[in-house]
């Protein structure tokens, strides 16, 4: 599940083209009728591509702790 999250995080800043989005975007856009339910998954695929620094993740314009899982809504950006 993981390389499928990975990979729809990666195609939706490709089509973001260089504009942030939300990781609750990326269930609805490929889990239509069931993104809730993979919320969870989203938010763990994000924070480890962050760790990695393949993308940025930021919550009021400003970039989030690496070590813990962002309270409340949350932005993710390709970096290039």
Do not use: C
């Amino acid at each position: 599940m993981d390389s499928i999250l990975e990979t729809a995080i990666f195609e939706m800043g490709r089509k973001a083209k260089g504009k942030s989005f939300s990781p609750a975007e990326v269930v609805k856009w490929i889990f239509p009728q069931a993104w809730a339910h993979f919320m969870v998954d989203i938010e763990e695929v994000m924070m480890k591509l962050y760790r990695e620094g393949k993308i940025s993740v930021t919550q009021a314009g400003e970039d989030i702790p690496k070590d813990h899982l962002p309270k409340g809504p949350v932005r993710i950006k390709l970096i290039r």
